[in-house]
């Protein structure tokens, strides 16, 4: 298994509304991250995971609230979020580590969201 | 000034032109991806570089570390092939452990 696996793909919430989305990696990486992507933008950092362990959150709202329950899961949280949070969230993985190693760093294929 | 900049940001092409995209940074790296995306999807990554040249298919990528620049060529372009292309680095410092990416180049292949 060479993927990342997301879920849902698509997820319309109301801004009272609680979701999470899920990413799943099955190639042992010990690295996971969080994206978000607004349109004809480039995806801009919001978490890392080193280790089962948040490694960076780059100033994200808390409203947005990571977990990452094994080496193999890691979820956001959604809870009162706003209309301009509506966007693509990318997770991505890789075998952890750092330094030059680049090899593996994996992409899933994101979950569009819309908040309303 | 960006610390990844990317040429041309739009490309329109003929199916079977030669397509290259340029991509230049300033930062310290570790390695350079080249990542593509489909529109509404999810991010593919084409190559990843620390030196030399890839191939892939019709893919090729380029990177001269001491220029700090990158080159990405498409052979035979294909209408499957419009995407944006974008190139992202990990830098030296908090030990690569994410990208600093490109604002991407918009490709289209016309038939």
């Known amino acids: 298994d060479t993927e990342v696996t997301q879920t849902p793909k698509h997820l319309v919430m109301g801004m009272t509304n609680k979701k999470s989305l899920k990413c799943e990696q099955h190639m042992g990486h010990r690295a996971m991250y969080w994206y978000k992507q607004k349109a004809k933008k480039p995806p801009e950092l919001m978490f890392v995971y080193s280790y089962e362990k948040l490694s960076i959150n780059e100033s994200v709202p808390s409203r947005f609230s990571p977990e990452c329950p094994n080496s193999s899961l890691l979820n956001l949280h959604l809870h009162a979020l706003q209309p301009e949070d509506s966007a693509l969230y990318l997770c991505?993985?890789?075998?952890?580590?750092?330094?030059?190693?680049?090899?593996?760093?994996?992409f899933g294929s994101g979950t569009r969201l819309t908040v309303v | 000034k960006n610390e990844v900049e990317q040429s041309p940001q739009n490309l329109t092409a003929q199916e079977g032109e030669f397509i290259t995209i340029n991509c230049s940074y300033s930062v310290g790296i570790s390695a350079l991806h080249w990542l593509q995306q489909h529109p509404g999807g999810g991010i593919v990554s084409l190559f990843m570089l620390s030196s030399g040249k890839k191939k892939h298919g019709r893919l090729i990528a380029t990177i001269n570390i001491q220029e700090k620049h990158s080159s990405l060529h498409i052979t035979a372009s294909h209408p499957r092939d419009s995407a944006v292309y974008i190139c992202a680095v990990r830098s030296k410092d908090n030990y690569g452990q994410n990208f600093v990416f490109g604002p991407g180049t918009r490709l289209s292949v016309l038939p």
């Open positions: 991505a993985s890789s075998p952890g580590g750092g330094g030059r190693r680049g090899y593996g760093y994996t």
